[in-house]
């Protein structure tokens, strides 16, 4: 998949999270990419190439807001 997210973006993983949700957003973004789960908070990190495996798609582009 082409790099078309970046911080802020809002994507969806393949594989579901142990909450039950696979909607991440992007909180960090560089050599290791930091995404929070939207259903329960918690935070992964994860490297560009494992992030790139397993994203799904991207949802929404937008700037980031803390």
């Known amino acids: 998949m082409k790099n078309n ?5 809002v994507v969806q993983m393949k594989k579901n999270h142990p909450c039950g949700g696979n909607i ?9 990419i930091k995404i929070k789960c939207e259903t329960c908070g918690r935070t ?3 490297t560009r190439v494992d992030f790139n495996k397993k994203i799904k ?3 929404e582009v ?5």
């Open 62 to 66: 937008k700037n980031y807001e803390k």
């Open 44 to 46: 992964i990190m994860l």
């Open 5 to 9: 997210y970046e911080l802020g973006s």
């Open 57 to 59: 798609k991207v949802l």
């Open 24 to 32: 991440f957003k992007i909180i960090r973004n560089g050599v290791d």
